[in-house]
């Protein structure tokens, strides 16, 4: 099994830019497509987006396609959300998790294995 673990989250500026990092350990992140998904206070967790173990073909949601972008790197065991643009709306703890299906895991219920998250805040 895989263990997750993010980093890289802070508080930003509307309009700024921000990497975080989600670095697996236990198993590579090859066999696994990786996700990301983000909660606000008082809000259901919600799918970002995800990178597929095939082809590293990409998925976004509506509310980040052409600000945010996420990518991989399985030498390092480590994913990426890199977040440009950003929003007072983006405030959220962003989580990164793992999934054994291949496409369209969009669902908290496709991932198996979650990280503990780190908070983005994005002042106005």
């Known amino acids: 099994q895989v263990q997750l673990a993010e980093s890289g989250g802070g508080l930003v500026q509307t309009g700024s830019s921000l990497s975080v990092s989600c670095a697996a350990s236990?198993?590579?992140?090859?066999?696994?497509?990786m996700g990301w998904f983000r909660q606000a206070p008082g809000k259901e967790r919600e799918f970002v987006g995800y990178?597929?173990?095939?082809?590293?073909?990409?998925k976004l949601s509506d509310s980040v396609k052409g600000r945010f972008t996420i990518s991989r790197d399985n030498a390092k065991n480590t994913v990426y959300l890199q977040m440009n643009a950003l929003k007072p709306e983006d405030t959220a703890g962003y989580y990164c998790?793992?999934?054994?299906?291949?496409?369209?895991?969009?669902?908290?219920?496709?991932?198996?294995?979650w990280g503990q998250g780190t908070q983005v805040t994005v002042s106005s």
């Open positions: 998790a793992a999934s054994n299906i291949v496409l369209n895991a969009v669902r908290r219920e496709d991932y198996a294995y």
């Open positions: 236990g198993r590579s992140i090859s066999t696994y497509t």
């Open positions: 990178n597929s173990k095939i082809g590293g073909i990409t």
